[in-house]
């Protein structure tokens, strides 16, 4: 899925729908890591005001499938095999941070990490997923 990581590097934010809509940045992306940020909005909370859970996750994935991107060849994509997420603390405003990186891509499976942090200095760890991922050609 090369494609997408030229149309990232081309039109950054613009070229993900999700990033888009949600407000995410990229701020890196290569050899097997990559780093996104994401602006807390109130029409992000849950009914108790804070962010919802499920936006630590999909930020935390978006690194790992970015990062994982990095690492493959013009004729292979991926699919999620599974993934799990520590909630550590919670947010209700600022900005976060997400890293992600491949811990290893064998032929057919690949193992990434993430944290997501929060920012304004502190860099607080706030969840860590882990995630496997099938590797697949398009071919």
């Known amino acids: ?38 602006e807390i909005l109130p029409e992000m909370h849950n009914g108790v005001g804070w962010l919802q859970g499920g936006l630590f996750v999909a930020l935390a994935d978006e690194a790992m499938a970015l990062a994982l991107y990095t690492v493959l060849a013009g004729n292979e994509g991926i699919a999620t095999i599974s993934e799990s997420t520590s909630f550590l603390r919670g947010a209700r405003e600022g900005t976060l941070f997400a890293r992600g990186w491949v811990i290893r891509r064998g032929r057919r499976v690949a193992f990434t990490e993430a944290e997501v942090r929060r920012g304004g200095g502190s860099g607080e760890v706030l969840a860590r997923t882990t995630a496997s991922f099938a590797i697949v050609s398009k071919t």
């Not at 590097?9 to 940020?37: I, W």
């Open 1 to 38: 899925m090369m494609e997408y990581i030229e149309r990232l590097k081309v039109d950054s934010d613009q070229a993900n729908p999700f990033f888009k809509m949600m407000g995410v940045s990229v701020l890196s992306f290569t050899d097997g890591h990559a780093e996104l940020s994401m």
